[in-house]
């Protein structure tokens, strides 16, 4: 049976509305209009980077899926002061630094982990890559790594460009899907990127992100497509997208780890074909997932809905009761089928409308009036410590 959501966002459409509208027309006739003008203003897959982080056996501890610092739980805000602040981010720049500190590192350059599970950790024990969404995290609780230096005035470096400072914890819900070593392998990702295979140890980034422009030949879009869903991605969600424009730009040469916010505009333009692919790749995936669900639901719980829920008259009363029956039953089932196994048109609006309320209540959400960023403000404004 449908999720309680998303059973209600099909009965929802199945709603007769105004007495003034015709009380049978059919709601899949607006999705061309809706598409249209979602086309006019489209979503931009990297308005909310993922962040990644690198984990191995003996890493951060992760009671009940929670990502921990190593120092835990960390300093109140009530006793925290500026100049401790100042040497807990010195201490935590150091990668043989064994003191503790409140913070968790994340990255949004998706081949700096890629470079750091293959390179850095290979001779480590259950490594995995963790894909996290930023407005997952508790509120006010991340910033990126120079802009904390910045307040701080310890200086800006090139080489934290794409560092994310957690402060305490990264929540197990924030988790989008985890990435075994053993699963990359797996996944096939290697045969299309073959230069991630043949990482060594001390080979720099900069070397991996040339050579794997020499895998562009190997690159299929539907082949990515089928990979990222082998590794736990919605193939209906944005984020697929986003990682598939991440290593799409890698392996044409483009830095897209330096202009995330733009990047996606610029290869529609240039890379349309390509992107198109994708797109009727992920389509399909999530029809192929759908099928199995829209049988399970037939089977199970078909029955028991229509008896709960189907009216059992014509409020319009313009019908007789079998005949309105039999046309809400079409209905019903049309919106089921829909559900799961959307047409190409659906999904997309689908996924557009998702990401589109989404977004609107992050940008409700002034994250600089909690937690850690709350605190870091307070301070620079009531009391100029800095």
């Known amino acids: 049976m449908p999720t309680e959501a ?218 990515v497509a089928s990979a990222l869903v082998y590794l736990g991605m919605e193939s209906s969600h944005f984020q697929i997208k986003q990682v598939f424009i991440f290593l799409l730009g890698q392996a044409v040469g483009y830095s897209v780890e330096k202009v995330l916010g733009n990047v996606e505009a610029q290869f529609e333009a240039t890379l349309s074909p390509v992107i198109e692919e994708f797109e009727q790749a992920s389509h399909e995936l999530t029809v192929s997932a759908g099928e199995k669900k829209l049988l399970s639901y037939y089977r199970n719980d078909y029955a028991t809905d229509i008896q709960k829920i189907c009216p059992l008259s014509d409020p319009y009363s313009l019908q007789a009761d079998a005949t309105y029956k039999r046309r809400w039953k079409k209905l019903w089932s049309a919106r089921i089928d829909d559900l799961f196994c959307p047409s190409f048109e659906s999904w997309w609006v689908r996924r557009e409308e998702r990401d589109l309320s989404e977004w609107e209540m992050q940008r409700m959400m002034d994250v600089d009036r909690y937690g850690f960023r709350n605190w870091l403000s307070d301070r620079i404004r009531t009391h100029d410590e800095l």
């Open 6 to 223: 998303t059973f209600e966002d099909a009965f929802g459409e199945l709603d007769l509305g105004d007495e003034m509208c015709n009380p049978y027309d059919d709601a899949t006739e607006v999705i061309p209009d809706m598409r249209n003008s979602l086309r006019q203003h489209p979503a931009d897959s990297f308005q909310r980077p993922i962040s990644y982080r690198v984990v191995y056996s003996d890493s951060s501890p992760e009671p009940n899926g929670n990502l921990r610092s190593r120092l835990y739980p960390p300093p109140t805000f009530e006793t925290l002061q500026i100049s401790e602040l100042r040497e807990y981010i010195k201490k935590h720049a150091i990668l043989s630094n064994l003191d503790p500190t409140p913070f968790l590192s994340l990255t949004n350059d998706l081949l700096r982990a890629l470079h750091i599970a293959f390179c850095t950790y290979r001779d480590k024990a259950d490594v995995a890559i963790l894909l996290i969404c930023p407005w997952m995290l508790t509120a006010g609780s991340y910033i990126t790594c120079n802009d904390l230096r910045s307040k701080c005035r310890l200086g800006w470096k090139a080489i934290y460009n794409t560092e994310i400072l957690v402060w305490g914890e990264v929540p197990a819900k924030s988790v989008i899907c985890r990435w075994p070593w053993s699963e990359i392998y797996r996944s096939g990702l290697l045969d299309l990127f073959p230069s991630l295979g043949k990482l060594k140890p001390g080979m720099r980034l900069d070397d991996l992100r040339c050579r794997l422009r020499g895998d562009f030949p190997s690159f299929s879009s539907t082949k």
